[in-house]
């Protein structure tokens, strides 16, 4: 039984000789006639299916959601991540072969293990994954083009995904090799020669030169090139306080994120420890493993002292991401939404809803871009931040004078709005009180502070963004900090301060004006400087060379470097690193 598609599986795959073999044995050919009705919707599924040859629909509901001709294309897998429940109906348009696999068989060896069941698990939760990412992608075009079936499809289609993206995701940290980090050897340590050097006795002579000189470390150890992520887990993304191990996933991932797209080495360290003077204690002491500190998840307003503490102890850079990367990141999108729009920075308000620390640094950031005070005016969960409200804690530095005392006053004819609060604060009523061309950055994650698709049926004029990679325009710290730690690590920066902030910033900011060529490493048709593209994709090659040169260049030029680059021979080595360099 082997098929293109199942030798097309297994290069992709990477299955070797006898994990396909076990796969295609698994597998049974099945010939049905045009009108059949493949999977009922509604029905327990017992298997999934490739088509060989033929043409198949998928139903929602008796309307039509896609057909598929294309030999090798899988269905009935979305099964496997919705307990077993068909979600559509596929009926054959004519007559068609396909390859059935039986679930419970495929489902015992995954949990057993088995490589090749483990591989094909991953692939099939990666293919389902794109699929949802596409139809949702596809309802909201019809949407924007008021199609009222789109509308009416997509509030049942939210919650589906939603579950089954749930379901696959805890698939995916469990099977194999649970987690998503492993460690791995950088030099030989094979016999006893390499062992006499890589440990006793050989080992002694870079911790003789460390002693006599500690900046030696960056010349004998992975300190040049390695980050801690650190947290105590009390503000996990949209989770809130809960706590350090419940924190691990997160962490994993932000490491994985340094090594996928900037070659950065990382791991995280959960610590225990809800006291501010002893985390900080606690984070000085780990420093000398490190080239730098990724604080993530601190809670605030503890996270401000944290980060400006231990950077005073410390001559590595200690950054928090949730305040600067978000800060960076939403600051580039603004300045290119606002060119498109025919705005000024300095001329805009700007209204946010979160005062946290994402929204807080976003805010101070933008008067580092150019925004003004007076037009900057925050709001959170007891309303406006009014000078005399009496916090008397950070947010009395950037208190607004001002008579509104809720969001929906606030936000009459703001022209920028920035959530980093919860799902669902932005009214529908609220965003038609705002100005022409409405810019709303709406990052709570999950689930935005408003629905995309609300938001555009309720505005055809708005700008939209969100931190979620399956809309247009995501806003989100990966576009930035894995370069910044690049760049800051490559100077051996002492620091990352305002000025590398900056450049990063423009760096990301100026990227999405340039035409999308080869070079980025992504299928970009169609796809240009925008309403809908106004940051670099987190997958465009070219972010490793602009904004870790830009970030370096600034750590230079402000003196916070410890390492003199040639920039235009480290740009090119960045170039050579991202894959497109010749």
Not at 179 to 198: E, F, Q, R
Not at 233 to 239: F, H, K, P, R
Not at 245 to 258: I, S, T
């Amino acid at each position: 039984m082997k098929t293109i598609f199942l030798e097309e599986a297994r290069r992709l795959v990477g299955l070797d000789e006898v994990e396909f073999q076990t796969f295609c044995k698994d597998g049974c050919e099945r010939l049905v006639e045009a009108g059949t009705v493949i999977i009922p919707e509604g029905s327990r599924g017992t298997s999934f299916f490739v088509l060989d040859s033929g043409v198949v629909e998928i139903r929602k509901g008796g309307v039509k959601i896609a057909a598929l001709d294309r030999p090798g294309t899988v269905f009935g897998e979305m099964c496997l991540f919705n307990e077993q429940v068909r979600v559509a109906e596929v009926a054959a348009l004519e007559p068609a072969r396909l390859i059935e696999i039986d679930i419970e068989t495929f489902a015992r060896q995954v949990l057993q293990n088995e490589p090749g069941a483990v591989k094909l698990m991953e692939w099939l939760g990666h293919i389902m994954a794109e699929r949802l990412q596409r139809e949702d992608a596809a309802m909201m075009s019809r949407i924007a083009a008021s199609d009222e079936k789109a509308a009416a499809l997509a509030e049942f289609f939210a919650p589906l995904k939603k579950q089954l993206m749930a379901d696959w995701a805890l698939k995916y940290h469990a099977i194999g090799k649970p987690g998503k980090l492993g460690i791995v050897s950088t030099k030989p340590a094979i016999d006893a020669a390499y062992l006499s050097v890589a440990y006793s006795p050989g080992v002694a002579e870079p911790c003789l030169k460390i002693r006599a000189d500690v900046e030696k470390a960056y010349d004998y150890t992975g300190k040049s090139h390695l980050v801690g992520v650190v947290t105590n887990g009390t503000a996990v993304l949209g989770l809130g306080n809960i706590g350090a191990a419940a924190a691990k996933p997160v962490m994993e991932g932000k490491a994985v994120l340094f090594k996928t797209f900037a070659d950065v080495d990382a791991f995280d360290i959960e610590v225990d420890e809800r006291d501010p003077e002893r985390f900080i204690d606690i984070v000085c002491a780990l420093a000398p493993t490190f080239g730098g500190i990724n604080l993530e998840d601190v809670c605030a307003p503890e996270c401000f002292h944290v980060e400006e503490a231990c950077q005073q102890r410390l001559d590595i850079p200690v950054f928090h991401d949730d305040q600067h990367g978000t800060a960076i990141v939403a600051g580039a999108a603004l300045l290119n939404a606002l060119d498109l729009v025919g705005k000024r920075i300095a001329d805009i308000r700007v209204v946010f809803s979160g005062a946290g620390a994402a929204g807080f640094a976003c805010a101070k950031f933008l008067l580092s871009l150019g925004a003004r005070r007076e037009q900057l005016i925050l709001t959170d969960i007891d309303g406006v931040v009014f000078r005399g409200r009496g916090d008397n804690n950070y947010l009395d530095e950037l208190a607004a004078d001002t008579p509104h005392r809720t969001l929906a006053e606030a936000i009459e004819q703001a022209g920028v709005f920035i959530g980093v609060s919860a799902a669902g604060v932005l009214r529908p009523e609220m965003l038609m009180a705002m100005q022409d061309d409405p810019i709303v950055f709406a990052m709570a994650n999950p689930v935005p502070e408003i629905d995309v698709g609300l938001a555009r049926r309720t505005r055809n004029d708005v700008i939209m963004g969100t931190g979620r990679s399956d809309y247009p325009n995501q806003i989100n710290n990966v576009i930035a900090f894995p370069y910044i730690f690049r760049g800051a690590l490559d100077v051996q920066a002492r620091a990352i301060n305002e000025e590398m902030k900056l450049a990063a910033a423009g760096a990301i900011a100026a990227l999405a004006r340039q035409p999308i060529t080869a070079d980025a490493g992504f299928d970009a048709e169609g796809l240009g400087f925008s309403r809908d593209y106004l940051v670099p994709k987190p997958f465009d090659r070219r972010l490793l060379p602009e904004v870790a040169s830009a970030v370096a260049e600034a750590a230079m030029r402000s003196g916070v470097a410890r390492r003199a680059l040639d920039s235009a021979a480290y740009r090119e080595r960045l170039r050579e690193q991202s894959g497109r360099g010749g």
